[in-house]
């Protein structure tokens, strides 16, 4: 593992406080099973207000590492049967979970409504044509701005406020600044209050402005991951975070991991402090900045250890009753919009330098992958949104040297 350390430990040093990629904190675990290898890395400060040190136990934000397991939880649901005969290609107006008025507000286009014929399986591969709202806005999507959030997006209004924050302007008023919102995923007796819930805001501002037609290319959307949340819930007569600790966390043996924001919190949920992750320069868990805005698509705070246990526990099989559900997980397929990238559901394969991974990332510097030709996991996070380019192909270089 040295040279994993040595690489991740002049990736620290060389930082700049000035720069964007500037890296505060890093803690990532490697395993290789079949040759009995587990080591663990943590380097930098864990928090902005202390000089404690970061270390294996601090937790983390995992952000859209999460869909991999709100797709799990879909997934369980659908092998029980839950579904009915249409299973995973159910529509969402079968489903029962937005009242008829409202559905048809989820995606219109010159009058005309399709959101009746989004499946569970469009929103899984990101296929529904619904936009992303932290990166879209109603007039264009984050590629048509060099990917850097179109002006309208809520990850646009973060920047303009985090920018006054750094600047001391008077103006940001903290009941009403977007960085310190408290969000609930859908409040159906408000839903015509744009402000009420995360989707009350996505009906009100992006309804309207559909990226294309259901099932006709990929488009990374969160908005289909809190509502695949909605319906785990509608379906299991279950809360969310109760289906993460009773489906995934108990059997996959994360003891440190949990739903952020959960109303309700089991008597045995880990204390361990969450380490910052930083916006530029901003510290976004001291700074109060509020993470609740993503729930089933990017809502789960982990550790590098129980990232690990969970992919292995999904991929060994140990998540679902039968073999053909997690065939039909890792169903690699290719879609219009995805680029040297496979979809299955809820989770990617990719190549990077000649390495097939499957897994997820996150935006806040998280990876959650499994290098299926060595056998090898590997999970962590550098905690910073603007990453350094190809700092994780560098990673998977000196990983790959080991796992050979």
């Not at 009746?116 to 529904?128: A, D, E, K, N, Q």
């Not at 302007?169 to 402000?195: G, H, M, R, V």
């Not at 330098?353 to 935006?363: K, N, P, S, V």
Request: glycine share 8%.
């Amino acid at each position: 593992m040295k040279n994993v350390e040595e690489y991740l430990a002049g990736l620290l040093i060389a930082s700049d406080e000035q720069s964007p990629a500037s890296i505060h904190n890093m803690v990532f675990e490697m395993e290789i099973p079949h040759s009995k290898i587990r080591h663990s890395i943590a380097l930098g400060q864990a928090n902005a207000d202390s000089d404690a040190p970061m270390t294996s136990d601090h937790t983390f934000h995992t952000a859209s590492i999460t869909k991999s397991m709100t797709a799990t939880i879909i997934l369980q649901l659908w092998e029980s049967g839950a579904f009915g005969k249409n299973g995973l290609d159910t529509s969402i107006a079968e489903l029962s979970v937005f009242a008829p008025e409202v559905l048809k507000q989820l995606w219109v286009k010159k009058g005309i409504s399709r959101a009746s014929s989004i499946t569970l399986r469009h929103l899984l591969t990101h296929t529904s044509g619904l936009k992303d709202p932290y990166s879209d806005d109603a007039s264009g999507i984050a590629s048509d701005y060099g990917d850097q959030g179109a002006p309208g997006s809520i990850a646009a209004r973060w920047q303009a406020e985090l920018e006054k924050l750094g600047a001391g302007d008077s103006s940001l008023d903290e009941q009403t600044a977007f960085i310190y919102k408290k969000w609930t995923p859908w409040d159906p007796n408000n839903a015509d209050d744009p402000d009420a819930g995360m989707l009350n805001y996505y009906l009100h501002h992006l309804g309207n402005s559909p990226v294309a037609m259901p099932g006709e290319r990929f488009h990374y959307s969160d908005t289909g991951f809190v509502i695949l949340a909605l319906i785990a819930e509608k379906v299991s007569g279950t809360s969310y975070h109760q289906l993460l600790r009773r489906s995934i966390f108990e059997t996959a043996e994360m003891v440190d991991s949990y739903l952020a924001y959960a109303e309700e919190t089991d008597s045995g949920s880990p204390k361990n402090r969450i380490s910052d992750c930083y916006a530029a320069s901003f510290p976004m868990v001291t700074g109060r900045f509020n993470f609740s805005f993503d729930w089933g698509g990017g809502g789960v705070v982990t550790t590098a250890r129980d990232l690990n246990n969970f992919l292995q526990a999904l991929i060994g099989g140990r998540l679902f009753k039968k073999k053909q559900t997690l065939d039909e997980m890792l169903n690699w397929k290719t879609y219009p919009g995805l680029t040297n990238t496979k979809m299955g559901l809820g989770i990617f394969s990719e190549e990077r330098e000649g390495i097939t991974l499957w897994g997820h990332d996150g935006a806040w510097g998280s990876i959650m992958y499994y290098a299926p030709a060595s056998d090898t996991y590997i999970s962590g996070t550098i905690n910073q949104l603007f990453a350094p380019p190809n700092w994780v192909n560098d990673l998977l270089k000196q990983m790959h040297k080991i796992a050979k």
